[in-house]
């Protein structure tokens, strides 16, 4: 992918992403502010409807929060089917997030946002227990750096504040082992509990409803690999 020359066009965009002026950025830099209605890149701005996302939206509907969207065709059919919803879908890759919002566009969504934010930084902007449901699809094993992990114990304290009463995390992978490793600890994860899971989700009770992500998609396909999954729901206290 080529790169553009500082110009005109960048302005003082890079400021959002860079801690110094380039000589070179990302194209798919410049595009983000295409696409207004669709991506927020913009800290102080997410920040500032930390615990009235639904002023965004302009509704009361639950919000669902998705880690890592890639291609972002998980999130535009979502909001596809369930109209009655908001999404909101972090990503960091410029291309993915354009990407993804001419495609949200093309559909004419107004039910879905993407933001250009990691996963680490939630609670900064996402206020207590706002979300009614959170999506991790295919994160990274970190193979050998399993401290690495977005799903481990230590992220439920996140959840605590982010998630409502009785909201659900979702969870699929292809890896056996991280699988097998959130069942194991999470008998230990106090105010959660598993309730549904299976290590094959396409020949499973949900296989008709599920959402493929664009990596699930070809994995299955091409690889003809099993898709593991878990659904977590987060009790009330005691």
């Known amino acids: 992918m080529s790169n553009i020359k500082n110009d005109n066009n960048v302005g003082e965009m890079w400021k959002h992403f860079f801690n110094y002026e380039r000589k070179h950025y990302n194209p798919y830099m410049v595009k983000l502010a295409e696409h207004p209605n669709h991506i927020m890149y913009d800290k102080e701005v997410m920040d500032s409807y930390k615990g009235k996302w639904n002023e965004f939206f302009k509704n009361e509907h639950p ?17 596809v089917r369930y109209p009655e919803r908001n999404h909101m879908a972090l990503e960091i890759r410029f291309k993915r997030l354009v990407l993804s919002a001419r495609r949200s566009e093309k559909l004419g969504l107004d039910n879905l946002l993407f933001i250009k934010r990691r996963g680490e930084e939630i609670t900064n902007f996402i206020g207590h227990e706002e979300m009614a449901g959170l999506y991790i699809n295919f994160p990274d094993p970190w193979e050998g750096k399993e401290k690495n992990r977005i799903l481990q114990p230590k992220l439920f ?19 056996d082992k991280y699988y097998e490793d959130v069942l194991e600890f999470m008998p230990e994860v106090e105010g959660y509990e598993v309730v549904y899971h299976t290590a094959d989700l396409h020949n499973s009770p949900l296989a008709e409803e599920n959402i493929m992500t664009e990596f699930e998609s070809l994995f299955t396909y091409k690889h003809q690999k099993n898709i593991n999954y878990i659904e977590i729901k987060k009790l009330g206290k005691k």
């Open 63 to 79: 919000i669902y929060l998705e880690i890592g969207s890639g291609s972002g065709m998980f999130a535009n059919n979502m909001c």
């Open 157 to 175: 304290a996140l959840l605590d504040e982010i998630l409502a009463k009785d909201g659900r995390l979702f969870f699929k992978t292809d890896h």
